[in-house]
């Protein structure tokens, strides 16, 4: 049996037509707001989770809670929005950030 490629249809020679994904689309003015939005959020949430309990300050374990807090909010956030873009750069964009977001959370 041979292996079609995944955009023909039954009849060699025609092909259907791009996927479009499901949902809005965002638009760079839009995308740049929500990353910014994202990055601000994962930076500030981080810090906060990093100098817990109240007033113990930054010590060396805080690092494992802000890059935590990075890594999955603000490197994946930014991964999906940017996926959501469309086109092989993004897409690749996407995969560089989605890796460097587990390189931060995982342990050394």
Same mark, same amino acid.
């Given at each position: 049996?041979?292996? /079609?490629? #995944?955009? /023909?249809?039954?009849? =060699?020679?025609?092909?259907?037509?791009?996927?479009?994904?499901?949902?809005?689309? #965002?638009?760079?003015?839009?995308?740049?707001? %929500?990353?910014?939005?994202?990055?601000?959020?994962?930076?500030? @949430?981080? %810090?906060?989770?990093?100098?817990? =309990?109240?007033?113990?300050?930054?010590?060396?374990?805080? %690092?494992?809670?802000? #890059?935590?807090?990075?890594?999955? +909010?603000?490197?994946?956030?930014?991964?999906?929005?940017?996926?959501?873009?469309?086109?092989?750069?993004?897409?690749?964009?996407? @995969?560089?950030?989605?890796?460097?977001?587990? +390189?931060?959370?995982?342990?050394?």
């Amino acid at each position: 049996m041979e292996l /079609q490629h #995944l955009n /023909q249809i039954d009849e =060699p020679g025609t092909t259907s037509p791009p996927t479009i994904m499901p949902g809005s689309s #965002l638009s760079q003015d839009r995308y740049r707001k %929500y990353v910014a939005f994202t990055l601000i959020f994962a930076v500030l @949430g981080g %810090y906060n989770a990093a100098v817990q =309990p109240a007033g113990a300050g930054w010590r060396f374990f805080s %690092y494992h809670p802000f #890059l935590m807090v990075f890594g999955f +909010v603000g490197m994946m956030g930014s991964s999906a929005l940017t996926k959501k873009l469309g086109g092989y750069a993004n897409t690749k964009l996407h @995969g560089i950030l989605a890796s460097s977001g587990l +390189v931060m959370v995982r342990p050394i």
